[in-house]
């Protein structure tokens, strides 16, 4: 019986962490709210999982490190490649949908977080160029005592340790994130994914995102309506500002 209710409570925890609730990362919060001030990652800042200093270390370019985490062993990443880099650290830290992709084995962790092929392409032509010693951020670095990241081999190009960006999107962050098949029902880490999130979030697009024929899934048809009504506005205020 005590076993059983332990199992309960995990699950139900579980549940309200991927609902309500952020990860249980060092700088998150225990729920998402409001952080007007945001110095970086203000895609979240009307429902933030991290608060506002935290942003501080992203705020000037180049980032030498978040956390203890250096980004500048190979040296200085490039602006272009420093911008992706942004992205996928103020989702992890700062977004209030991470914990939808909760790891089941780690509360701090996210796994499957379903990225456009599109923004996995281009953010591996941003980087191509950079250098990098590690295949895997998350496994591969040696950490010294005082917890700080060191190469373990010698850097190379991204685009001779990753081969595309398919390769780069599902490798970097370990099992963090995979690439959609579909087009709309996939994150890009700008303001169109509130879009993709509203049908991400329920249990039939979750089903169909992982369907070999999600392309033709009413979610992804609606996904689409809803994409260009969104882009439409935005094209028009282009227009009008030549």
């Known amino acids: 019986m005590l076993r059983f209710a332990v199992t309960l409570f995990a699950v139900i925890t579980s549940s309200t962490c991927k609902q ?4 249980e990362g060092d700088t998150q919060k225990l729920k998402p709210s409001p952080e007007p001030d945001m110095h970086e990652c203000t895609l979240y800042s009307k429902s933030s999982c991290c608060y506002a200093d935290f942003t501080e270390q992203l705020a000037h370019s180049p980032v030498i490190k978040v956390s203890n985490s250096y980004w500048n062993r190979c040296e200085q990443l490039s602006k272009s490649c420093e911008d992706f880099t942004k992205k996928i650290e103020c989702f992890y830290r700062c977004s209030p949908h991470a914990a939808r992709w909760i790891h089941p084995n ?19 032509e941003a980087c191509k160029d950079d250098s990098i010693c590690v295949r895997n951020w998350l496994t591969d670095w040696e950490w010294d005592e005082s917890g700080e990241n ?20 599902q ?9 959609s098949k579909s087009s709309c029902l996939c994150l890009q880490m700008n303001k169109k994914d509130t879009i993709a999130i509203k049908y991400l979030l329920s249990e039939s697009s979750e089903q169909s995102s992982s369907s070999s024929s999600s392309s033709s899934s ?15 506005p935005e094209e028009e205020e282009g227009e009008q500002t030549r």
Do not use: R
């Open 20 to 23: 309500h609730g952020c990860l």
């Open 106 to 124: 780690d509360t701090a962790a996210i796994q499957a977080v379903p990225l456009c092929q599109s923004f996995c392409d281009d953010w591996y």
């Open 150 to 169: 060191h190469c373990k081999n010698k850097c190379i190009p991204y685009s001779e340790m990753y081969a595309n960006g398919t390769d780069m999107c």
């Open 171 to 179: 490798s970097m962050w370990g099992e963090s994130f995979k690439v």
């Open 218 to 232: 009413s979610e992804e048809h609606a996904c689409q309506n809803k994409l260009l009504k969104f882009e439409k």
